[in-house]
Antibody, heavy 122, light 112 residues
Framework: QVQMLQSGPGLVKPSQTLSLTCSVS??????????WTWIRQHPGKGLEWIGDIDYDGKSHSNPSLESRVTLSRDASQFFLNLHSVTAADTATYYCARGLLLFSDYVGAFEVWGQGTVVTVSS | EIVLTQSPVSLPVTPGEPASISCRSSHSLLNSNGFNYLDWYVQKAGQPPRLLIY???SRASGVPDRFSGSGSRTDFTLEISSVQTDDFGVYYC?????????FGQGTKVEIK
C-alpha cells in the first residue's frame, strides 16, 4: 500500500526558502505511471496546484509561482523548494500522487500526504 | 487558465436524501480521446482531499456506488443518491485538461 509522509518546517521567515519533502513508500517514484504533485490550500480557502514531477524528472509548475518553484525527486522522495516566500505563501501544503492515465491528463490525485501547515512570519 | 464554477456554494441536506452539485468549465474538458478530464474530490476538516470521481464518471477505488459523476464538455454533475453522515464536507471539481489543473471554489454539503 502506497503511503506518502510529508516533512518540513512549520515556520519560515519572509524572503527565505520553504523546503518540503514527501517520502513515498510502497512504490518507486522512478518506476513510472504517476505524477508526483504539490498542492496547497490557503487558510479557509480553496486548493491551488503548485507543480508536479514525473518519473524521469520532468517537472512543471504553476505559472503564478513558476519563477520561485524548484521541484526534484529521487527514488523514494520528492521535494518542493519555494523561494523568496512572503506571508501570502502561508498555507497547508500537500503532496499527492496523480495517475498517469493519459500522457496529457494531469489529475486523479488518488493518494495524499497528511499535509504540512506552513506559516511565513518573522 | 481554465475556470471552474461550482453551484451551489452551500448545500444543506437531510441524511438519506439525494444531493447534486454542478460544475461548469470556462473551456471544454472533452479530450480528443473521448474522455472528459474532470475529477471530483471531497475534503473534511483537517484532512487532505479524497478522490471520488475521475474522468468525469469513473469512481475511484473504494468509493461507494451512491456517488456518481456525469456530464461532458463544460457541464458536469456530481450526484449522491442518498447522503450519509460520512458524506458531509466540501466537494471540489478539478479540471485535468491542462496545466495548471484548477479547482472549483468548493461546495459545502452540510446537515440540514
Amino acid at each position: 500500500q502506497v503511503q506518502m509522509l510529508q516533512s518540513g518546517p512549520g515556520l519560515v521567515k519572509p524572503s527565505q526558502t520553504l523546503s518540503l519533502t514527501c517520502s513515498v513508500s510502497g512504490v518507486s517514484i522512478i518506476s513510472g505511471g504517476y505524477y508526483w504533485t504539490w498542492i496547497r490550500q490557503h487558510p479557509g480557502k480553496g486548493l491551488e496546484w503548485i507543480g508536479d514531477i514525473d518519473y524521469d524528472g520532468k517537472s512543471h509548475s504553476n505559472p503564478s509561482l513558476e519563477s520561485r518553484v524548484t521541484l526534484s525527486r529521487d527514488a523514494s522522495q520528492f521535494f518542493l523548494n519555494l523561494h523568496s516566500v512572503t506571508a501570502a505563501d502561508t498555507a497547508t501544503y500537500y503532496c499527492a500522487r496523480g495517475l498517469l492515465l493519459f500522457s496529457d491528463y494531469v489529475g486523479a490525485f488518488e493518494v495524499w500526504g497528511q499535509g504540512t501547515v506552513v506559516t511565513v512570519s518573522s | 487558465e481554465i475556470v471552474l464554477t461550482q453551484s451551489p456554494v452551500s448545500l444543506p441536506v437531510t441524511p438519506g436524501e439525494p444531493a447534486s452539485i454542478s460544475c461548469r468549465s470556462s473551456h471544454s474538458l472533452l479530450n480528443s480521446n473521448g474522455f472528459n478530464y474532470l475529477d471530483w474530490y471531497v475534503q473534511k476538516a483537517g484532512q487532505p482531499p479524497r478522490l471520488l470521481i475521475y474522468l468525469a464518471s469513473s469512481r475511484a477505488s473504494g468509493v461507494p456506488d451512491r456517488f456518481s459523476g456525469s456530464g461532458s464538455r463544460t457541464d458536469f454533475t456530481l450526484e449522491i443518491s442518498s447522503v450519509q453522515t460520512d458524506d458531509f464536507g466540501v466537494y471540489y471539481c478539478v479540471q485535468a485538461q491542462q496545466r495548471p489543473p484548477t479547482f472549483g471554489q468548493g461546495t459545502k454539503v452540510e446537515i440540514k
